[in-house]
T-cell receptor, first 114, second 112 residues
């Protein structure tokens, strides 16, 4: 079954404590990305990756890091989380970058920073 | 500002009625997609319509695209309680097809 799997699904952490949200896809997709979803603001792209070792900033990259060492994995790293990073996060993948591709989303990770 | 903007923001209908949601965008597009999101879950792709297409159907879904008005509509016929979700349009935001930008969504509530 085609899947994007992200973990953890729910996390409460404290300000400044580094955390990583993992993401894995089993569709051999080249393109992967991270979004955050906040009320009234819709989905905003944080970072994206067009292939292994190729990553770039999205619309709201501040406070986040990513890496793409393997094609299937694309972890999101919050080096020093702050309360304004409390949000619902989605990992997504598609065959390639173009807008004509279907985007597959993970189930989301609810992050609360206190 | 966001490329795709859905209208209305929220819609409440009775089971069996049709639901229509609209999406307007500002710049020329190559493709427009519609996604559905159940509360707090991941988005699921519903349908893609290309700029040279005017209408597409998928089951109870009908999507139209009017490039002259820069708008699209999603019609769900004979709605069911299980259709309760948020619906998002996504366009390439005038990026030549290189980026997908999501609107803020329409929240649909179907009463049983």
């Amino acid at each position: 079954e085609a899947q994007v799997t992200q973990n953890p699904r729910y996390l409460i952490t404290v300000t400044g404590k580094k955390l990583t949200v993992t993401c894995s896809q089993n569709m051999n997709h080249e393109y992967m990305s991270w979004y955050r979803q906040d009320p009234g603001l819709g989905l905003r792209q944080i970072y994206y990756s067009m292939n292994v070792e190729v990553t770039d900033k999205g619309d709201v990259p501040e406070g986040y890091k990513v890496s793409r060492k393997e094609k299937r994995n694309f972890p999101l790293i919050l080096e020093s989380p702050s309360p304004n990073q409390t949000s619902l996060y989605f990992c997504a993948s598609s065959l390639s970058r173009g807008s004509g591709n279907t985007i597959y989303f993970g189930e989301g990770s609810w992050l609360t920073v206190v | 500002s966001q490329q795709g903007e859905e209208d209305p923001q929220a819609l409440s209908i009775q089971e069996g009625e049709n639901a229509t949601m609209n999406c307007s965008y500002k710049t020329s597009i190559n493709n427009l997609q519609w996604y559905r999101q159940n509360s707090g879950r991941g988005l699921v792709h519903l349908i893609l319509i290309r700029s040279n297409e005017r209408e597409k159907h998928s089951g109870r879904l009908r999507v139209t695209l009017d490039t002259s008005k820069k708008s699209s509509s999603l019609l769900i016929t004979a709605s069911r309680a299980a259709d309760t979700a948020s619906y998002f349009c996504a366009t390439d935001g005038g990026t030549g097809g290189f980026k997908t930008i999501f609107g803020a969504g329409t929240r649909l509530f179907v009463k049983a």
